[in-house]
T-cell receptor, first 115, second 121 residues
Framework: DSGVTQTPKHLITATGQRVTLRCSPR?????VYWYQQSLDQGLQFLIH???????AKGNILERFSAQQFPDLHSELNLSSLELGDSALYFC??????????????FGPGTRLTVL | AQKVTQAQTEISVVEKEDVTLDCVYE???????LFWYKQPPSGELVFLIR??????QNEISGRYSWNFQKSTSSFNFTITASQVVDSAVYFC??????????????????FGQGTRLTINP
């Protein structure tokens, strides 16, 4: 158990809908990262937050957005869902991304199925 | 641009055999970080090891060992005396230091496509 929690574990929804994925980082970690794992694209970085502020963006679609709250938990919002958004979404956390010893620990993932 | 290549898509061996998973990376940065993660059938990503570019020492942890060679841009992973519980998808990942040299750090991970390892009893 990495100490990173994600809810829900599974999510089934229809095209055009909006969903919110939630992540709680390990105790003491200030950084939260979101990744998408799909069969065709593999594991891809979406976005990074540090202590409430956005630090880096990957190939995140405009239909997707995220935020990190004062209690450091993070939410990934996916809207106008398409079939291609079906994937496993991972959250990872780390202590401090500026440290040379920093390591990202991953949560169990949320499996999103868009029908 | 950063890139990680795991040329072996699938490997299947019999229990107790040794197996090596290859990882080749590309980066323009002089400071970078390499990782291996394991994804068992249950789906979670489990951290195995981190190696910094300025530390070329190889590492051994029980039946696992890692060979980091900067000259060939490779970071290979060997499992000795494999066991059925080692069956999983293994990912190699790279992270560059996005900051000026005064501040060491890493942000996004760039993953290889993964190697599916099956250990047969």
């Amino acid at each position: 158990d990495s100490g990173v929690t994600q809810t829900p574990k599974h999510l089934i929804t229809a095209t055009g809908q909006r969903v919110t994925l939630r992540c709680s980082p390990r105790s003491g970690d200030l950084s939260v990262y979101w990744y998408q794992q799909s069969l065709d694209q593999g594991l891809q970085f979406l976005i990074h937050y540090y202590n409430g502020e956005e630090r880096a963006k990957g190939n995140i679609l405009e239909r997707f957005s995220a935020q990190q709250f004062p209690d450091l938990h993070s939410e990934l919002n996916l809207s106008s869902l398409e079939l291609g958004d079906s994937a496993l979404y991972f959250c990872a956390s780390s202590v401090d991304w500026t440290a040379s010893t920093d390591t990202q620990y991953f949560g169990p993932g949320t499996r999103l199925t868009v029908l | 641009a950063q890139k990680v290549t795991q040329a072996q898509t699938e490997i299947s061996v019999v229990e107790k055999e040794d197996v090596t998973l290859d990882c080749v990376y590309e980066t323009r940065d002089t400071t970078y970080y390499l990782f291996w993660y394991k994804q068992p059938p249950s789906g979670e990503l489990v951290f195995l090891i981190r190696r910094n570019s300025f530390d070329e020492q190889n590492e051994i942890s029980g039946r696992y060992s890692w060979n980091f060679q900067k000259s060939t841009s490779s970071f290979n992973f060997t499992i000795t005396a494999s066991q059925v519980v080692d069956s999983a998808v293994y990912f190699c990942a790279l992270s560059e230091n996005p900051l000026p040299l005064l501040i060491q750090g890493a942000q996004k991970l760039v993953f290889g496509q993964g190697t599916r390892l099956t250990i047969n009893p």
